[in-house]
């Protein structure tokens, strides 16, 4: 099932490969080792100086760290994991780089060409497979093209709306002479918008009275975001971000008043659906941030939306614009920020309202349990440091995480927008590896955690000494919240036996603490942050506090 190395006076196609990663800046490699690409983890051995490895025990695990990584750094995400199975155990991965437009490349060991269409052992077609999941997939056949067509991975995977790339790789392939093409880094493409369009939005801004600007999607940098900041600032311009895109403005800033996506604030909801202008910049405005497609009828949007996206397929796709550009966000927000509008909100109650209403929808809620997740993230945001990286999955545990806990910096926040449960936790160690200095706190839920919970052995291994916040509620929460919603009394599948989490923890070599009422988390917060190990407070609580101000009867 492997090939022998063929004699060869150039470099092998493998260690081609490795110096394209090393010339387009990649530092940390995740994976699952696998015979198929037994070439590529030799070559990977002389560039340990340059690039980390990091042995990952499932591939979802390392799928996602690979994510992670895309969204900290703005690069490209690496994966390697082995054919069959392997490839589509980290799947998952894929699909939350795409609908998260986040740079990523997952390298998947392919059987030998001459095995291929045989139904060779754990042999898939992964242009067809993966194809429907990512922005491109195809395989390296020829031996000589793989600097071209590694290259093209990273454009492909950094530029325009950014995604993931799947690259099949053959064992045979990979041991055979590249040529002599040496690789160069992909320099990116930057868009920037027309002044005509500039002209006309100084003009739409300056006539609206109720305007909004919306931000999301991926792209983003410091610098860009501190001159839009300042832009905004100066004309009092409310500012809402997008699903799990937090970080994009400090939470505390005045114009900042809310988030859309799964359970808003309804008063912020009705006053996007108020506004007469509504400027978007590189969000795509899916389901989840437009409340299921209803936050605006299409001739509403024809008449007030802006929309600037990197990719000019998505615009008018859904959403007819009033105006639309195709320019990455970072682009986008520089030249904004150096339109001269002759008008200002600051003082009015359009933003005053605004930012009063936030307030109060993020004040601590009452509970039923002997747990307040809103107080419990309340006075965790007081307690971390403003660049402290927050991760979290999917489940109604998210919702308390989301709606109180403010970020205050860029790249702060590591959350799926695709959904994907037990994202959290692995994309938290691969954020503790890449930033040892950093404080970085996972948020999992029980049924969340344990989808992806045997890289806790990756952390000690790693010495990722992140804190794991698991809340266990006993229960898969929000498809029983669904279920008490359509067919009340009647719960099916839903209830979970857990193990205790903190002995489960310990058992890997980590330091665990267990929380089963609000008072005792600073304490066991303390000692976590004190532990000099990875950490894990396992908080109990109770299914009934199943989402802030929404109860249910166990």
Sequence with gaps: MTSQAKATSQPTAARRLVETLVANGTTHVFCVPGESYL??????????????????????????????YGKLTGKAGICFVTRGPGATHGSIGVHTAQQDSVPMIYFVGQVARGDKGREAFQEVDYAAAFGPLCKLAFEIDDPTRTVELCTKAFATAQQGRKGAVVVALPEDMLV?????????????????????????LAKRLEAA???????????????????????????????????????????????????????PNPKLIQRLKSADLVISIGARLGENPSQAYTLMTPEESAAKLVHIHPDPQELNRVWPTSLAAACDASGAAKGIAGLAVRRSWAN?????????????????????????????????????????????????????????????????????????????????????????????????????FLMTAQELATAVQYNANLITIVVDNGSYGTI???????????????????????????????????????????????????????????VKTSVADIAPGKTITP
């Design 39 to 68: 070439a590529v983890l030799d070559a990977l051995y002389d560039f340990k100086d340059q690039i980390e490895v990091v042995t990952c025990r499932h591939e979802a695990g390392a799928a996602n760290m690979a994510v992670a």
């Design 176 to 200: 055979e002479s590249a040529g002599p093409r040496i690789p160069a880094p992909v320099a990116n493409v930057q868009s920037g918008l027309d002044p005509n369009f500039l002209a006309a």
């Design 209 to 263: 009275e109720r305007p909004v600007l919306v931000l999301g999607g991926t792209g983003w940098n410091e610098e860009s975001l501190r001159v839009l900041t300042k832009w905004v600032e100066g004309l009092g311009l409310p500012v809402v971000l997008s699903f799990r895109r937090k970080d994009l403005l400090d939470n505390a800033h005045a114009c900042y008043i809310g988030d859309i996506g799964l359970a």
């Design 348 to 448: 009015t109650p359009w933003l005053g309202e605004a930012r009063a209403e936030l307030e109060a929808f993020t004040t601590p809620v009452p509970v039923t349990g002997k747990v307040n997740l809103s107080e419990m993230f309340t006075a965790l945001a007081k307690t971390l440091k403003a660049d402290a990286i927050i991760a979290n999955g999917a489940g109604n545990y998210a919702g308390w995480l989301h709606r109180f806990f403010p970020h205050r910096s860029f790249g702060t926040q590591l959350a799926p927008t695709s959904g994907a449960m037990g994202f959290g936790f692995p994309a938290a160690v691969a954020a503790k590896i890449m930033y040892p200095n950093r404080q970085v706190v996972a948020v999992a839920g029980d049924g969340c």
């Design 480 to 538: 029983r919240m669904h279920q008490e919603r359509d067919f009340p009394n009647r719960v099916s599948a839903t209830d979970l036996v857990n193990p205790d989490f903190a002995a489960f923890a310990r058992s890997f070599g980590a330091f665990a603490v267990t929380v089963d009422r609000t008072d005792a988390f600073a304490a066991a917060f303390e000692q976590a942050s004190k532990a000099g190990k990875p950490a894990l407070i396992h």
